[in-house]
């Protein structure tokens, strides 16, 4: 595995360098040697936060902890991601698709978690088109943290998304 960190309002000193490689380094079991990996450490006023984003063919695995100790967080990244790989093995490696990042006892292995993932509620609903403000207000007025529409500029279908600090996000496709 090749792991890139990064850091960001902090300096990357070989102490955080050896945690992130020796924490990480546990995932070795589940990818080839080939797979990147890539960290990013920042701090922002007492949140020491880690992000990690591994890509896999056709999926992204990727996980974000924080906590006031920059090393706890590392241990946390790591415990969720291994949960992650475990859980969703069958999703993440369905019909050996996406099997090209993974070592082979990793996908072989029978898995000893089975959470299936199970759809309870589906929702239908008009789109009428509007512009990313107007469906900021729209999500806002239903108290939800997204809401899907259809693009009037565009004429696709968009979600906007609450994000931390009172600020909003906009997911448009990439066609």
């Given at each position: ?77 790591e415990e969720v ?10 999703k993440i490696i ?65 979600v906007v998304y ?14």
């Amino acid at each position: 595995m090749r792991i890139t960190i990064t850091g960001r309002n902090l300096e990357l000193t070989d102490g955080l360098k050896g945690a992130v490689e020796d924490k990480l380094g546990k995932l070795e079991k589940y990818f080839n040697p080939d797979t990147d990996i890539f960290v990013t450490l920042s701090v922002e006023k007492e949140r020491q936060k880690i992000e990690v984003t591994i890509p896999v063919k056709g999926n992204i695995i990727r996980s974000e902890q924080v906590s006031n100790d920059m090393y706890v967080s590392i241990d946390l990244v790591e415990e969720v991601i291994e949960r992650q790989l475990k859980k969703y093995k069958k999703k993440i490696i369905s019909k050996h698709q996406n099997a090209a990042s993974f070592k082979k006892e990793f996908i072989e292995k029978e898995s000893d978690v089975d959470d299936e993932i199970r759809i309870i509620r589906t929702k239908k609903f008009d789109m009428k088109p509007m512009y990313p403000d107007d469906a900021c207000v729209q999500m806002e007025l239903l108290g939800h943290d997204f809401f899907v529409f259809c693009n009037a500029e565009t004429e696709k279908v968009n979600v906007v998304y609450k994000r931390k600090g009172n600020t909003y996000g906009l997911i448009e496709p990439e066609f």
